[in-house]
C-alpha cells in the first residue's frame, strides 16, 4: 500500500488519457469565467486566501497551481495554489517568461484548449499541465494554465482516495503483525539452538529420528519468516495495486509459493522417516506429495487463467479508447 510509482501512474495515464484531457478541460471551462480575477490586486499579496477557487479544494483535490500567461507566454498573475484545503497566492511566478512550456507552445487559437503529456516538476512530482485560452467581452485574452499532480488524479479517476487516506491505519496494524510473526520465528529459532546443542552433546544418541525435529522447526521458521517477508513487501513496502489482477496474482503466487515450499520439505522429511524404518510415515509422505503437486497445478491454472483475462480486459480497454479518440477527432 506503498504510493503508486511512476510507472503505474504512467501506465494508467495510458489507458485513461483521453478521459483526463476532458475532466482537466471541464475544469478550465468551469473556472474560465472568473479567471480574470487572477489578475486583481486583492490576490497579489502573499498568502492571501482566494476564495473564488475554493470549489477547487472541494471537489478536485489534485489540482496544484493555477495561474494566467499573455499571448506572449508571459505570466500575468502570481502562483495560485490550491492545497491543503486552501486555495492562496504564493507571491511567486508574476511576469516569468513561459513561453517554451509545451502548454503555451502547443496551444493553438483553433482548438483553444491543450494538454501536457506527463513530465517531472520540481514542486509537485510527476504532473500534468492544461492551458485554456480566455477571453473577456471587450475581447481580451489570456492563457489560463492549471498544473495537477498525476498520481492524485489517477487516485481520485479511480475511487481510490479514501482508501489511501487509510493506508497508514492498515499500514500500523500489518506491522503489528509481522513482528509478531518475526518474534515466532527468533522463538522457534531459539528451539533450534537448543536442541541443536543437546544433539551435538549427544543427548540424543541411538535416536537417528531425533535430528528430523530440528528441521522440522526450522522448516517452521522459514515458512513464518517468508509469510511475514510477504506480508512486508506486499502490504507495506511496495504499492499494491487492487484494480489490477496482476497485483492479486503476484500477492496470492507468493503465498502459495511459500506454503508450498513448507509442504515439500515436510514431505521430503517424512519420506526419509519412513525410509529409515517408520512405515506408518510413508501415506503421510506420498499424501502431501499428491498436495504438493495439486497446488502446483492449481496455482498454475490460476496464474494462466488470471493473466489471459487480464489481457481480455485490456485489450478491450485499448479498442474503447481507441473508439473514443477516434470519434473525438
Not at 507566454?73 to 484545503?85: F, P, R, W
Not at 499541465?129 to 488524479?153: K, P, T, Y
Not at 539452538?193 to 522448516?219: E, N, R, V
Amino acid at each position: 500500500m506503498a504510493a503508486m510509482s511512476y510507472l503505474s501512474v504512467i501506465e494508467r495515464y495510458n489507458e485513461c488519457e483521453s478521459l483526463i484531457d476532458e475532466l482537466l478541460a471541464s475544469i478550465l471551462i468551469g473556472i474560465g469565467d472568473d479567471a480574470f480575477g487572477l489578475l486583481d490586486t486583492t490576490v497579489q499579496v502573499k498568502n492571501q486566501q482566494v476564495p473564488r477557487f475554493d470549489s477547487l479544494v472541494m471537489n478536485y483535490p489534485f489540482v496544484d497551481l493555477l495561474y494566467l500567461l499573455d499571448k506572449q507566454g508571459t505570466q500575468l498573475s502570481e502562483d495560485i495554489s490550491v492545497k491543503n484545503q486552501q486555495v492562496r497566492s504564493l507571491g511567486t511566478g508574476q511576469n516569468c517568461d513561459r513561453s517554451q512550456r509545451p502548454y503555451f507552445r502547443h496551444l493553438t487559437s483553433e482548438a483553444g484548449l491543450y494538454v501536457t503529456r506527463p513530465y517531472l516538476s520540481h514542486s509537485t512530482g510527476l504532473c500534468l499541465s492544461a492551458s485554456l485560452i480566455i477571453r473577456r467581452a471587450c475581447g481580451e485574452e489570456a492563457i489560463l494554465v492549471l498544473d495537477v499532480d498525476l498520481s492524485r488524479l489517477i487516485e481520485f479517476m479511480m475511487g481510490d482516495s479514501a482508501r489511501r487516506k487509510m493506508s497508514p491505519l492498515f499500514k500500523t496494524v500489518y506491522c503489528f503483525i509481522v513482528i509478531g510473526l518475526f518474534i515466532l520465528v527468533l522463538a522457534l529459532m531459539r528451539t533450534v539452538a537448543l536442541d541443536t546443542l543437546a544433539l551435538i552433546s549427544s543427548d540424543y544418541a541411538g535416536d537417528p529420528l531425533k535430528p528430523f525435529s530440528i528441521i522440522i522447526y526450522l522448516t517452521l521458521a522459514l515458512a513464518i519468516f517468508d509469510l511475514g517477508k510477504t506480508i512486508l513487501e506486499e502490504e507495506v513496502l511496495m504499492h499494491k495495486d487492487i484494480f489490477r489482477h496482476s497485483s492479486t496474482r503476484r500477492t496470492i503466487t507468493r503465498f502459495i509459493s511459500t506454503i508450498l515450499i513448507a509442504i515439500s520439505i515436510e514431505a521430503l522429511l517424512t519420506m526419509f522417516k519412513a525410509s529409515l524404518g517408520q512405515e506408518q510415515y510413508m501415506q503421510p509422505a506420498i499424501l502431501m506429495l499428491v498436495t504438493v503437486v495439486g497446488l502446483l497445478i492449481g496455482l498454475g491454472v490460476y496464474v494462466y487463467l488470471g493473466a489471459k483475462a487480464e489481457k481480455l480486459l485490456t485489450e478491450l480497454q485499448t479498442d474503447k479508447m481507441a473508439c473514443r479518440t477516434s470519434n473525438k477527432s
